[in-house]
């Protein structure tokens, strides 16, 4: 396991070069000129000019790239061109609200899509099988921003169960039950979507290996249900969902970030919201490399998972 | 009465149905016999005529849309078709040991081999999974996997089908059940390996004294392993009878037909089952009277509009054809 995680790593660490070059140049194409933005619309053009030479924006853009790569790669982001924060000091937090709120949805995605997933294929084509699925559709093909809305609307406004927004309550001991009330609803509106495409896999899976020759030679052998299911169904079906669950952990995290900006979570999303107007590069740039590097470490977890699952592939 | 005597199995009237009540098909139709200890009955017929059907009606692993819906599986007195869930689980693997038609995907991939031996150990005995593992590498060079201490921990992918063959026979008799039902075990396999996968069952039935249901459609098997023979056509039985009389004095037009192909059988030569001329009628639609009418040589009006029940022609002799009857009736 170990090699097989040191030759991982040493097979994405391209990608993430990759991945900072298209950062680097997506983050150029955000609207608007940073020297104008900071100075405003009524800075000469030589006081424009100077502020580039200071920041170096003046110079091509590869050189700016290696630059910002060789300081990043000594952990130096930079300071916000907007608030001049230094830049971690103002993403990281932002960063782990943002993970709070993505393993939450997670968590949800799973317990739902497996959940829902596994008792449907059971019991497939029941009366159950249908409610569910169709519930399933619905929610999942309900976009984010919409479900928010409702989501308040009923919960938070109406019945008033949970806040409508943030993060903690002002009055409140601002513990862990604080955050986990305002929790829910943002970690459902994130979670529907993606716990719906799981189920929908889930459910598949398990039906595919319920009709395999090994299960049937598995009841030949007066195994008790309960082993038979562990064994010779989940065990098998594992892999294909837990591939389709690390896909959706991008789905979450991206999910996670638009749903911050309606609930006015205090996360990477409402910050990349804040930095794409100010056009403070130093900040985009952070932000996303942070969700890229997450995003291919969770590619790497979900692999280990399956390698552990499968034999075939722990002997690649 | 001595042991040899005491029948192992009884089937009663067996039928099983594919599909709903209208749109549906009876693939395994009444189906009765016994199976005496330390004997093998073959069970030959033409692909899609319900065998495979009738071997997992007696284990009750027939999945929806088929359900069994008539008859009787009487095992030391008691109905299988009646019993709860959790008695059957004991039947399966610990009283009937069952091996398949495909050893390729009959094995878990996710699992390895020794695993798949002590877990039907350990479903049906009290013992500590270590002490499963000593039976399981017992077991595995018994049926001749060598170097058996060491493979208990491959899995299945390191082996060739003919080793998962026996791996799965090894599983099936770990807990030395009184019945062996092997559906087509070779089927599968390289001609190579067939002759000495069936001389291990065989051997392996001997020892135990258990008895087995040998589905094939092999006739220079049936010639070399079987006691008696049951032939198989359309979901019935249409002739039933010991080896000697099968081979020599055939009575049913179906099995006369078959034989046919393969004048002059030897012992131990692999002979396939040749398809006959015609086509095996639709289960869904079935002719009016004989099944077999449209293909028989023989036919006659009567054949046409009567349905044959199986019948004795003599004490160890039965056969479903109105022309049989009629024969013996002259005799
Ligand atoms: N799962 C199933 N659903 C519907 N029909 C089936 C199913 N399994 C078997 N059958 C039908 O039952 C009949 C007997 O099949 P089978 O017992 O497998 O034949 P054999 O083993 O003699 O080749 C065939 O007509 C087949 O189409
Ligand atoms: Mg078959």
């Given amino acids: ?316 | 009465m001595s042991a040899a005597q005491i029948p192992s199995l009884v089937v009663e009237n067996l039928t099983t149905r594919f599909g709903s009540d209208r749109d549906g098909a009876t693939v395994v139709d009444g189906v009765s016999f016994v199976l005496t200890p330390g004997q093998t009955m073959a069970l030959v017929g033409e692909s899609g005529s319900g065998k495979s059907a009738t071997a997992l009606s007696l284990m009750r692993l027939i999945e929806p849309p088929g359900r069994i819906i008539a008859g009787r599986v009487l095992l030391d007195g008691r109905d299988l078709l009646t019993m709860p869930e959790r008695g059957m689980e004991d039947v399966r693997g610990g009283q009937i040991g069952m091996v398949f038609q495909d050893p390729l995907t009959s094995l878990n991939p996710a699992l390895t081999i020794g695993r798949q031996i002590t877990e039907t150990i350990l479903a049906h005995r009290d013992i500590t999974p270590a002490e499963a593992e000593r039976q399981a590498i017992d077991l595995l060079v018994r049926v001749g996997v060598s170097d058996a201490a060491r493979r208990i921990h491959d899995y299945p992918h390191h082996f060739s089908g003919g080793m998962r063959q026996r791996v799965l026979i090894a599983s099936a008799i770990s807990c030395a059940p009184a019945i062996i039902i092997a559906d087509e075990p070779t089927t599968a396999l390289d001609v190579t390996v067939q002759a000495k996968i069936l001389r291990l069952l065989h051997d392996l039935q001997q020892e135990m004294h258990a008895s087995m249901l040998l589905i094939t459609h092999d006739l220079g098997v049936v010639a070399a392993m079987a006691d008696t023979v049951m032939v198989m056509y359309a979901g019935r039985i249409v002739e039933q009878t010991d080896v000697d009389t099968l081979f020599h004095a055939p009575r049913h037009p179906y099995t006369k037909a078959l034989l046919a192909c393969v004048a002059g059988i030897e012992d131990d030569r692999s002979v396939p089952l040749q398809p006959i001329s015609g086509m095996a009628p639709d289960l869904k639609d079935l002719p009016r009277g004989c099944r077999f009418a449209p293909r028989c040589p023989l036919v006659q009006d009567v054949c046409r509009t009567t349905d044959p029940a199986l019948r004795a022609v003599s004490r160890s002799h039965s056969v479903a054809c109105l022309l049989v009857q009629e024969e013996t009736a002259v005799v």
């Fill in chain 1, 1 to 316: 396991m170990g090699a097989f995680l040191a030759k991982r790593f040493l097979g994405v660490l391209p990608v993430i070069f990759g991945v900072s070059i298209v950062i680097f140049l997506l983050v150029q194409l955000a609207p608007g000129d940073t020297a104008t933005v900071l100075l405003g619309p009524q800075a000469t053009e030589a006081a424009k000019e100077e502020l580039r030479r200071a920041l170096g924006l003046d110079r091509p853009l590869a050189v700016q790239y290696f630059q910002w790569l060789g300081r990043v790669l000594t952990g130096d982001f930079g300071t916000s061109i907007a608030t001049q924060i230094p830049v971690l000091d103002l993403v990281l937090p932002r960063f782990v609200n943002t993970l709070i709120l993505t393993a939450a949805s997670l968590l949800l995605a799973i317990v739902l899509g497996y959940g829902i997933g596994f008792f449907t294929a059971l019991r497939a084509n029941s009366l159950f099988d249908r409610i569910a699925t169709s519930c399933m559709l619905m929610a999942g093909s309900a976009p984010p921003f919409w479900l928010g809305l409702v989501l308040v609307l009923v919960f938070a406004i109406d019945l008033g169960w949970f806040p409508v927004s943030g993060m903690e309550d002002f009055a409140g001991d601002g513990g862990t039950m604080d955050l986990l009330h305002h929790l829910v609803l943002p970690a459902v509106t994130t979670a529907l979507g993606p716990a719906a495409i799981i189920a929908r896999i889930v459910r598949s899976g398990i039906l595919d290996v319920l009709g395999r020759a090994h299960v049937r030679v598995a009841r030949s052998k007066g195994l008790q249900r309960r082993d038979l299911l562990r064994r010779h169904v989940i065990l098998n079906a594992l892999p294909p969902i837990v591939t389709i669950t690390g896909l959706q952990l991008g789905y979450l995290l991206g999910g996670a970030l638009l749903t911050e900006v309606v609930f006015a979570w205090p996360g990477l999303g409402s910050l990349l919201y804040d930095s794409i107007t100010a056009r403070d590069l130093p900040v985009l740039q952070a932000a996303t490399l942070l969700i890229a590097l997450a995003f291919v470490l969770a590619n790497i977890a979900v692999d280990a998972i399956n390698a552990m699952l499968d034999p075939r592939l722990r002997e690649i």
